[in-house]
């Protein structure tokens, strides 16, 4: 008993704790304070913006329902007197519509033609843009006259006489004159899938597109055969090798393609009669 009084006197007394309420205010700091304010005021600055905004475009509005309202009359000249008031963009727009002043209109001009069943329309001769002179040849109803022989009109020897009747694809000398901006330095890639390797039934489409890649490209016309010689190789080796040594012109180069199918029975033999 008395150790335990002596340690009850030696402990000194501890404070009583008061209990914490945990549903009282925080107290709020002047930083915290300072931002929401802040906040406060950029948000009705926001605010009326956005009703500065909305009320600009309510009068953008008025006005073009406006003008649209009143723009057909105003082209017709009927304007009502409500219209016509100071201030009233709708009196703007019809003076600006007065002064406006529309270039007059042309009547197209009529050319005079020769009346039908005249022989005005036969050999008649036109201008082409370049100032050159073409003969046209027209039927009796004015029509242009598309029947015409293309080899009387572009074969000039037997040998493109020949090779025409064998192959009417084939691209002769007197079609290539009016070529004017063929130049050595134009380069023309041909597609892997034209190269002549079998002398077989698609040879002569080939032959056909690889022409048609040549003109698109303006490559000139006695450089064609040392051109598609770097594609030929198989069944037409031999025809490589003539055309480096022999540098043909392009109707001899097809003459030599259509033997070689000649060779393999693919087509016909050429007809050599003058």
Not at 44 to 72: C, M, N, Y
Not at 198 to 216: C, F, G, S, V
Request: glycine share 4%.
């Amino acid at each position: 008993m008395s150790s335990t009084k002596k340690d009850t006197e030696a402990r000194p007394s501890e404070p009583e704790s008061t209990p914490t309420n945990p549903f009282a205010p925080m107290p709020i700091s002047n930083s915290v304070r300072e931002t929401n304010i802040r906040m406060d005021s950029l948000g009705k600055a926001f605010a009326e913006a956005i009703a500065t905004t909305k009320q600009q475009q309510e009068q953008v509005d008025t006005l073009l329902e406006g003008i649209i309202r009143v723009l057909p009359r105003a082209r017709s000249g009927r304007i009502s007197k409500v219209d016509q008031q100071q201030g009233s963009p709708v009196k703007s727009l019809k003076k600006q519509l007065k002064t406006q002043s529309l270039p007059p209109r042309k009547r197209p001009t009529r050319i005079p033609t020769p009346p039908l069943g005249t022989g005005l329309w036969t050999g008649l001769v036109n201008m082409a843009s370049d100032g050159s002179t073409c003969t046209t040849n027209r039927q009796a109803d004015g029509r242009i006259d598309l029947s015409h022989d293309r080899t009387r009109l572009t074969a000039r020897t037997a040998q493109e006489r020949r090779v025409l009747a064998a192959w009417p694809d084939a691209v002769l000398p007197a079609e290539v004159e009016g070529f004017q901006q063929c130049k050595d330095g134009n380069i023309v890639k041909i597609p892997s899938n034209l190269r002549l390797v079998w002398a077989d039934y698609t040879t002569l489409d080939k032959l056909n597109e690889i022409q048609k890649e040549l003109k698109r490209a303006l490559v000139p016309y006695n450089r064609w055969p040392m051109r598609v010689e770097c594609e030929l190789s198989g069944d037409f080796k031999a025809v490589s090798t003539y055309v480096r040594a022999c540098t043909p012109d392009w109707v001899t180069f097809v003459e030599i393609i259509l033997q070689v199918l000649v060779d393999h029975h693919v087509i016909p033999k050429l007809s050599y009669n003058p």
